[in-house]
């Protein structure tokens, strides 16, 4: 099916699992570089208050709310997806690009639940992708992560090492990592595909109307700290320090929120502008952080102290996971601009701002 139609100036990109952390940053950074946004979201994992934050920052600006169209559903839905395309083409907009975040992404649940996860996770990426295809359109920026990695042993990781995913979530990553490049080096194809792997986002929009939902108890380390600091939990379990690490405790990449959002604006930036290709992109600020540093940090800038106790290691976990971001510094019109100290003032005024999320 061939479309052709007039183009507006303006390019319209849809967003799936928007209204999710960092879908609805992005939505917010794509806005106020004056995209056109459809974002569709079945809000399993989300609230559709983060959308109407968005609209709130902007104060409301007609022109800015006329830029957003949100569609709840699910993306293993054919039928679903179709209408939301030939919707946006009746309306005189072809989608342009696809920054494709909707997904599950505990670990934890993924072990329990595996199926769920390739259904939710491989299905429903595949079902988008024959629709992108259906309606031309050529360009999808993934969200992967620095999970696909592994256990390497060596850090800062670099896009060319081995992908080796440990448990269904990443191992779903790491499929449709391998789905993309078959069909981009199929003959008939010009897809654009970025693969961005991402490293530990954390923090939130500075205004504070906007940040990290989880719906259930947190797994990771900067929305628990966060908790423990609103009183919520009395203290915070740090696992293990006894890792080969300078302080013995895990030590990741950690990276505003906003920093990645504006990543995911000048990847999309980056491919509408030049030839088919795919490309693999660590998004990370390049800085490894232990827990205990994340923790100290967090009470000096925000005045908490935060209780812990060192417990056994977690199952499944890395001693340190730091990215290689060169190639997406060179690539890119784009380097992170935030430090920790922002992402633990921003992270605790969302949370301050909103003991009960959205
Ligand atoms: P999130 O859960 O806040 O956002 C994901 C969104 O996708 C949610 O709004 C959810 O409702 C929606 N969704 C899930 N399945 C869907 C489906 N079948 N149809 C429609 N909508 C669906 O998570 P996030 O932290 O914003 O992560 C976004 C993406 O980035 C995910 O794919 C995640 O795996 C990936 N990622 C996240 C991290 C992280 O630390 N947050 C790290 C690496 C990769
Ligand atoms: C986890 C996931 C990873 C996912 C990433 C971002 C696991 C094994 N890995 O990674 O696949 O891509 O989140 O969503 O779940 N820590 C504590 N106490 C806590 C929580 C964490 O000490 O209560 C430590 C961990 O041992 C780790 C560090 O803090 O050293 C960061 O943990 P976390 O925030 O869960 O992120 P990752 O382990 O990188």
Not at 12 to 20: H, K, N, P, Q, Y
Not at 56 to 82: A, T
Not at 202 to 223: D, R, V, Y
Not at 232 to 239: A, D, G, P, S, T
């Amino acid at each position: 099916m061939v479309f052709k139609l007039l183009r507006k100036h303006m390019k319209t990109i849809l967003v799936t699992g928007g209204s999710g952390f960092i879908g609805s940053h992005t939505c917010l950074c794509l806005l106020k570089n004056k995209y056109k946004i459809i974002v569709v979201d079945s809000n399993v994992n989300s609230s559709k208050l983060s959308l109407k934050m968005i609209k709130k920052i902007f104060d409301q600006n007609k022109e800015v709310m006329e830029e957003i169209i949100f569609h709840q559903g699910d993306i293993r839905d054919e039928k679903f997806l179709k209408k939301v395309f030939l919707k946006s083409l009746n309306n005189g907009y072809q989608i342009d690009g696809v920054i494709h975040f909707a997904g599950l992404k505990s670990v934890e649940e993924s072990i329990k639940y595996p199926l769920m996860y390739w259904d939710n996770n491989v299905s429903g990426t595949l079902t988008l992708i024959k629709v992108m295809e259906l309606f031309n359109c050529e360009t999808i920026v993934f969200s992967s992560s620095a999970t696909v990695y592994g256990s390497s042993e060596i850090s800062p990781l670099k896009e060319s090492f081995e992908i080796k995913p440990l448990n269904p979530y990443g191992q779903t990553k790491a499929t449709i990592e391998y789905i993309l490049d078959g069909i981009f080096r199929s003959s008939k194809s010009n897809l654009k595909v970025a693969n961005l792997r991402y490293f530990n986002p954390i923090g939130a929009h500075c205004s504070g109307l906007m940040g990290e939902e989880p719906l259930n108890k947190p797994n990771n380390l900067f929305p628990y700290i966060c908790l423990v600091a609103a009183g919520k939990y009395k203290k915070l379990n740090i696992y293990g320090n006894d890792w080969p690490t300078f302080d013995g405790t895990g030590v990741r990449d950690y990276i505003h929120v906003m920093d990645l959002a504006e990543a995911h604006f000048s990847t999309l930036k980056f491919l509408l502008s030049n030839k088919a290709q795919l490309i693999n992109l660590n998004i990370g600020t390049g800085i490894g952080t232990s827990v205990l540093d994340l923790i100290n940090k967090f009470s000096v800038v925000n005045d908490i102290i935060i209780p812990f106790e060192i417990v056994d290691r977690r199952p499944g976990d890395v001693a340190s996971l730091v990215a290689n971001n060169q190639k997406a510094i060179s690539i890119l019109d784009w380097k992170p601009q935030r430090d920790l100290n922002n992402m633990c003032a921003d992270g605790w005024n969302w949370q301050k701002r909103n003991p009960n999320g959205y």
